[in-house]
């Protein structure tokens, strides 16, 4: 194969790769706001009705009117889930590059340095 050419399942590849990065682009800031929230600790906002039934609170708005005017452990209840910490990792890992790991060797025998003129 002369240097540079590229198969057809090598050039499907890289436009299969092309098309995904693509939709994550699209995507990138609620994938982020998202992967924050999960690294913070996510809450959930819920109600109870008459049978004691929670419904979990999905409209902003109803989420604003509980939260402003309802009493908490009453009028609404909120659970939250313990912050990620691989998703706080990963994202310091790539806001402030990974941090360099440091590794142990166990050297046995000696070591010869020889200096060639």
């Keep these: 194969m002369p240097k540079g050419h590229k198969t057809r399942k ?25 992967q924050i929230a999960h690294a913070i600790g996510i809450g959930h906002l819920y109600t109870r009705d008459k049978t004691g039934k929670f419904t979990k609170i999905e409209s902003q708005a109803e989420v604003d ?14 659970f939250t889930k313990d912050p990620s910490v691989q998703a706080f990792t990963d994202l310091m890992n790539r806001a402030i590059d990974k941090p360099i790991e440091q590794h142990e060797h166990d050297h046995s025998g000696h070591l010869v340095v020889t200096w060639q003129s």
């Design 10 to 34: 090598t050039i499907a590849k890289e436009a299969a790769r092309e098309a995904l990065r693509q939709v994550v682009l699209r995507h990138m800031k609620r994938m982020l706001a998202s």
């Design 65 to 78: 009117r509980l939260l402003a005017a309802g009493r908490e452990d009453k009028d609404y209840w909120i």
